[in-house]
């Protein structure tokens, strides 16, 4: 089974680099400085930042469906970065790390879920889309439980 993982559009995030600390605040932002490699996810290149970059740390809406899964959570995101959006690749960031995998259905209800390392991604992928209803996945980070990425059947 084909599969495309996308990270999050660019533009809409796009302003929030020339706005003062100030003005980030009065939006629940806060700039922050990757002091460590691999801590920082930008979920819009789906990768980390590297020690010294510079990101945006905000509350963002991932899931703005209209049923009991409505979801957001804090996400990073990284100036000047492209969307992720490819078919049967897992970047690396998801491959490093232990990922919960949420299958949704067309009216924005779950209908499975698990757990399983970056590196078993794919046969997870399969296995809950074997489900003709699951219509679209959520990848989320399962330590910190912050929304990674969107994966859609190709």
Excluded: N, W
């Excluded at 706005?19 to 979920?43: F, K, M, N, T």
């Excluded at 959570?73 to 490819?86: K, L, M, N, S």
């Amino acid at each position: 089974m084909h599969f495309r993982i996308t990270g999050l559009p660019a533009e809409p995030f796009a302003e929030l680099f020339g706005l003062s600390d100030e003005a980030l605040a009065e939006r629940r932002a806060v700039r922050v400085v990757a002091d460590q490699p691999h801590g920082y996810p930008c979920r819009v290149s789906l990768t980390d930042a590297e020690p010294g970059q510079s990101l945006i740390l905000l509350h963002y809406e991932h899931h703005p469906v209209d049923s009991p899964f409505r979801s957001s959570h804090a996400i990073y995101i990284r100036e000047g970065e492209q969307q992720y959006d490819r078919v049967d690749e897992v970047p690396d960031q998801l491959r490093r790390r232990l990922l919960s995998v949420r299958g949704f259905d067309g009216q924005g209800m779950l209908r499975d879920a698990d757990v399983a390392q970056g590196t078993a991604l794919e046969p997870l992928i399969e296995r809950l889309f074997s489900d003709t209803k699951v219509s679209y996945l959520h990848i989320h980070m399962a330590r910190p439980g912050c929304y990674a990425a969107r994966v859609e059947r190709a």
